[in-house]
């Protein structure tokens, strides 16, 4: 209630029990959870009222709120996730993990088996550990390539060793908490590396049917548009108010499938293709296994590049993944966390003798899809893998790969930025290219060199824009001739720099001249250089040089190469550098005095350069007022 109503009511005499507008925390606690008043005048619209019915939207759109025993309502909006929900997300996602598991032993040149334990166990630690319970990890096509020439010249062991240091790389690096460089990979690489993956994925469908002809093709064709078909039917909005939300519909025209090709009309579909045509499934739990390699240099001198490769690439499309996924889910969740999640899941698996992965985008955002939100299905979703080896081999066998093919298809449809084409005409050249040139490395090479590329290319492009921005405006104060700088100053504005000086001081008329920094700011030795040169080509003209309003951190790269740099310091007390003092503060400095700001050595030796520049100056201008 406002407080002009509060007054009024009490000049009426007026009390009332039952606020018109209570705050968050007791419209939290009525029933009805309105903000109307029972009595009274019409309430005018306030902040308070704005908070109060904000708050009843939020807690009206999320879960019950939990209330504390004091009283104090707290408003939470954590999203109650059902158990039965996340145990069919984790089956759904394991079930889309086993073609692409077998597809990339086979790239690797490694037996199928290696392929699903490393799956499994990628799984389970990275749900156990990881920070984004909606990313999911397994064997990537993006190690597997990698490993690909170490199996073909080394043998299976080499790589066992290989995936355990990679591991332990990254243990490294989520102890150095170096996941936040992924800040510096800009959004343009982001959609790029989406759009890459997406083609990489269709292409890797479009191998299911190779091999194909007359009926079979035409059964497989058919298969993968029915399983699309359901999938986009059961998850349509006409159907969520009808299909139970538990259920995910990957998984149900996974199994509708399924069931129509092995119990319906197995007849009909005797030539449909199916998991155990690509490869045995049947297996042994994970035991485990040291890698049986020589202790010797010599071997990590063999490992250690795949080892760092595997490492940098698992870890950038680790955190793309986790990125995408948080954008999606809307939270935030720790890099490092997830780094260091991938490194023990790395290790295990060199432990036990599997081939090691990376986070996978495509599964990932089915397990989303699907509903998977907690650590719960996850684990599910590893140990569905562990139950397809064990004793599952039979059943997971027998369905047909067209309906796994259909599901991927959905997904690369989904994942794909359509509107990137249309974009490209909108936002600048740069960005356009940073996209194109991504997407493009990232089918034809690799994951790691696409992203490295788009982020020189961006960063280059910012580079260009920033150097052109510094200029310089000449001014007059007090026989002073005041040059102020604008825009950064860095290697890629030096030569913008210098043209601008140097045209403002071809038809200089005063004896002095400060270079006013209070808009610009000194990045790198560049800089410096360029500075110290204009500085030395005023000097030689007998005219004196003075530098203002330098900030603390420009001040510390003058003093980082105080060997190479040598001005003359003139700056704001603010930040505790030297500044432009009158006489007789430069006498107080010359006497040794406590001056305003606490000097370091390199400058105090500046203001005393400072002092005698300035008696000169002084002496001569007195000189030139007695002739006039």
């Not at 490294?172 to 690489?189: E, M």
């Not at 690439?313 to 720790?334: A, F, K, N, P």
């Not at 003058?558 to 500044?579: M, N, S, W």
Request: with cysteine; proline share 4%; glycine share 8%.
């Amino acid at each position: 209630v406002t407080a002009r109503h509060a007054r009024a009511r009490s000049a009426r005499g007026v009390t009332s029990s039952n606020p018109s507008c209570a705050p968050a925390s007791s419209a939290i606690r009525q029933s009805s959870l309105q903000c109307r008043p029972r009595v009274g005048p019409r309430i005018s619209v306030t902040p308070e009222t704005r908070r109060c019915r904000s708050s009843v939207r939020r807690v009206r759109a999320v879960s019950p709120a939990a209330v504390s025993a004091s009283g104090d309502a707290a408003v939470t909006e954590t999203e109650n996730h059902p158990i039965l929900g996340q145990i069919l997300a984790g089956i759904t996602v394991s079930l889309a993990m086993v073609p692409e598991s077998l597809a990339f032993t086979f790239v690797a040149g490694v037996s199928p088996i290696v392929g699903l334990h490393a799956a499994a166990l990628m799984g389970l630690c990275t749900a156990v550990f990881g920070a984004q319970p909606g990313v999911i990890s397994g064997a990537a096509g993006a190690t597997a390539v990698v490993f690909a020439p170490l199996v073909a010249s080394h043998g299976v062991e080499y790589l066992f060793a290989a995936v355990l240091l990679a591991g332990a790389i990254q243990l490294a690096a989520g102890a150095a908490r170096l996941g936040k460089l992924i800040r510096l990979v800009p959004n343009t690489c982001m959609i790029g590396f989406v759009n890459g993956l997406a083609i990489v994925i269709a292409g890797a469908q479009l191998g299911t049917f190779r091999g194909l002809a007359g009926a079979a093709l035409w059964q497989q064709i058919g298969l993968t548009l029915l399983t699309a078909l359901l999938i986009k039917t059961l998850a349509h909005d006409r159907l969520r108010k009808v299909w139970p939300k538990q259920i995910p519909a990957p998984l149900a025209a996974i199994v509708i499938v399924t069931v129509l090709v092995n119990v319906l009309a197995p007849d009909f579909f005797a030539l449909a293709k199916t998991v155990g045509d690509v490869a045995a499934v049947a297996g042994t739990l994970p035991v485990l296994h040291l890698p049986d390699v020589p202790l010797t240099f010599g071997t990590l001198r063999v490992i250690a590049p795949f080892a760092a490769s595997v490492a940098a690439v698992g870890l950038i499309e680790t955190l793309l993944t986790q990125q995408l996924v948080d954008e999606t889910l809307e939270t935030r969740t720790s890099t490092h966390r997830e780094v260091t999640a991938q490194g023990v899941g790395n290790v295990v698996c060199g432990l036990f003798g599997s081939m090691g992965g990376c986070a996978m985008i495509g599964q990932s955002v089915i397990h989303v899809q699907a509903g998977g939100r907690t650590m719960v299905s996850g684990v599910t979703c590893a140990l569905a893998i562990l139950a397809y080896v064990t004793f599952g081999s039979g059943v997971i066998q027998r369905v047909p790969i067209a309906a796994l093919t259909g599901t991927m298809a959905c997904l690369v449809v989904d994942i794909f930025d359509w509107e990137s084409f249309s974009r490209s005409r909108k936002i600048p050249k740069t960005d356009a290219c940073v996209i194109g040139l991504v997407t493009l490395v990232t089918v034809v090479t690799n994951l790691a060199i696409a992203v490295f590329a788009g982020v020189v290319l961006s960063a280059l492009g910012f580079a260009w824009k920033s150097a052109k921005k510094v200029n310089v405006t000449r001014v007059v104060e007090n026989y002073v001739a005041v040059y102020k700088l604008n825009g950064p100053l860095f290697f890629g504005s030096v030569s913008a720099f210098r043209e601008a000086v140097d045209a403002c001081f071809q038809n200089e008329t005063q004896k002095t001249v400060a270079l006013d920094f209070s808009q610009s700011k000194l990045w790198d030795s560049s800089a410096l250089v360029a500075v110290d040169d204009a500085a030395s080509k005023m000097e030689s003209s007998g005219v004196a040089v003075t530098l203002r309003y330098l900030s603390p951190d420009c001040a510390t790269l003058l003093k980082k190469a105080g060997d190479l740099v040598e001005v003359r310091v003139g700056a704001d007390p603010v930040y505790q550098v030297a500044t432009d003092y009158g006489e007789i503060d430069l006498a107080r400095a010359r006497q040794g005095r406590k001056t305003f700001v606490k000097l370091e050595p390199w400058q105090k030796e500046a203001l005393l350069r400072q002092t005698s520049k300035y008696k000169l100056f002084n002496s001569v201008r007195r000189g030139e007022a007695r002739d006039e």
